[in-house]
């Protein structure tokens, strides 16, 4: 085969499969596609989604239940990616894949970090010396969904209006879930304010809520936890008497109930710490994610806990309900979308 015949081939084959992708569909009736967001994290996903109602098409890159921090981009993400017109990222170093992702698209559109302005949790041995998951601090979730809105706002400004009633009401509903969290948390015993899960996903949450967090493996799930961290904590959860550690969605368990056998405390959960839950699990949304944890952390931490109330109904304090542990069976994987399929 010839130069030119391997250039027509490649031409061709490149065409094809651009008319046949999904990712920017054409109104029947000939109006133009909305615009097309690529999120990277299951958590910017909802919220941008929220955020953007008819008005834009938001599409994430992690499947519900996966691991930012071990996510290996696809041939898939890159074609969502390349014909996108804007990305929202974490930040903070989580997604340490992205630059290659974007690189690697082809074409060219705005990179919005949704971590800008927010003050982030310090730790020695993380990329760039910060901890990314500020998701779990609802005072800086609102930071990134103000950013988002910014940014979907400079790429419809005539549809302003609508995004920013979207994002004020979602922002409303963030304020009722900051309060029910305070609320639940301050039932907890001060001496059993601690929270053990296996990596240390939930610094952000402690310093909003005053709650003591140790994680085994360090704040990524790439860390590997040595014999003397096991060592420690054991001790720590020995000598404040914790009445329970925590399970993770993404991660494994192995070190949580290594733990729980040799101190006889019970190994709950799972909580939910990288991603949103799957179809299911009564986490399927950011809200209800943060509302799932609180309530496995109240309860399995000795506090009284009341459900999280529906718009416009009165809370109703349930009486203490002692935890029940959970099985840490791994989040079964989304349908593939086009931005998550893997080929």
């Known amino acids: 085969m010839t130069l030119n015949q391997r250039l027509l081939l490649l031409a061709t084959l490149t065409l094809a499969m651009l008319a046949c992708d999904p990712k920017k569909p054409v109104d029947p009736a000939g109006a133009a596609a909305p615009p097309y967001v690529i999120a990277t994290t299951t958590m910017i996903t909802d919220m941008a989604q929220t955020l953007a109602g008819e008005d834009l098409r938001v599409e994430g890159i992690m499947k519900p239940g996966g691991d930012p921090h071990l996510h290996k981009p696809s041939i898939g993400n890159a074609r969502a990616t390349g014909v996108s017109d804007l990305v929202l990222t974490n930040g903070l170093y989580l997604e340490g894949w992205l630059d290659e992702l974007v690189r690697n698209a082809g074409g060219e559109r705005p990179v919005k970090v949704v971590s800008d302005g927010v003050t982030p949790v310090t730790m020695e041995g993380m990329p760039g010396g910060v901890d990314p998951h500020f998701w779990f601090e609802i005072e800086s979730w609102k930071i990134a969904t103000g950013n988002v809105e910014d940014a979907f706002v400079a790429l419809l400004p005539d549809k302003a209006d609508g995004i920013r009633a979207r994002s004020n009401a979602y922002e409303a509903e963030l304020d009722r879930l900051d309060a029910w969290t305070r609320t639940n948390l301050e039932t907890i015993p001060e001496k059993q304010r601690v929270l053990i899960t296996s990596h240390d996903a939930f610094n952000y949450f402690g310093r909003a809520y005053g709650i003591e967090v140790v994680g085994i493996q360090g704040s990524s799930t790439e860390q590997e936890a040595s014999q003397r961290d096991v060592a420690n904590t054991i001790e720590l959860v020995r000598s404040r008497s914790v009445p329970a550690i925590f399970i993770e969605s993404s ?56 459900p999280f109330p529906a718009r416009g109904k009165a809370a109703v304090t349930s009486a203490p309900v002692e935890a029940v542990p959970t099985e840490a069976a791994p989040e079964a994987a989304a349908p593939n979308s086009p931005a998550t399929e893997t080929k």
């Open 251 to 306: 991660v494994n368990p192995a070190l949580i109930e290594q733990v729980a056998r040799e101190t006889g405390v019970k190994a709950l959960g799972p909580l939910f710490s990288d991603s949103i839950g799957t179809a299911g699990s009564g986490a399927e949304t950011y809200v209800a994610m943060y509302a799932k944890n609180v309530e496995i952390i109240t309860k399995g931490l000795g506090g009284v806990f009341t």
